[in-house]
């Protein structure tokens, strides 16, 4: 009996003890990511000031691949403007030549505007959004959208 009871009393102290160990680890990492942060901001601010905005722009072309142009071709009668198809939201930003102003306006479509999709305007000022992978349906389209402007819908 007094064999068990000293037991359990040893039980207790070492979860007591482990208590404290996984306190101390905690505190230990908090203060380690903090001296992390720190380090990495200094790393930055050591760096040259090209080789940073070199760095930045590699990742922006890397990872936010934007194609545009525009052809003078376009009529006085059509609206220059230059679009964006938001992928996995149902949205499409304008921004108009002329006025200078951007628009952001909802798409009407059966689903969002598919990831890897590409776009195009024609000379005729007609907007076409083709090809994209819909996520949640895990399918590759072969379709081809045109834009009505008008109402906002992808046909």
């Keep these: ?19 404290i160990f996984i306190d101390l680890d905690a505190e230990y990492e908090k203060y380690f990511n903090d001296y992390e942060k720190m380090s990495k901001l200094q790393r930055l601010l050591d760096k040259d000031t090209n ?9 922006i072309e890397r990872n936010l691949r934007v194609d545009y142009n525009t052809k003078s071709s376009f009529g006085p009668q059509l ?10 939201q149902k ?12 628009e952001k306006k909802q798409v009407q479509m059966t689903y969002d505007v598919p990831l890897y999709s590409r776009s195009i305007a024609t000379e ?14 895990g399918v590759y389209l072969k379709n081809c959208y045109r834009y009505d402007d008008l109402f906002g819908i992808l046909n």
């Design 1 to 19: 009996m007094a064999q068990q009871r000293g037991a359990e009393e040893l039980i207790e102290t070492l979860k007591h003890y482990q208590t």
């Design 51 to 59: 080789d940073i905005v070199r760095d930045f722009t590699d990742v």
């Design 91 to 102: 949205c499409v930003q304008l921004y108009r030549l002329k006025t200078g102003l951007f």
């Design 124 to 137: 005729t000022g007609t907007i076409y959004l083709t090809g994209g992978y819909v996520k949640h349906m």
């Design 79 to 88: 609206p220059q403007r230059l679009h964006s198809f938001q992928w996995n």
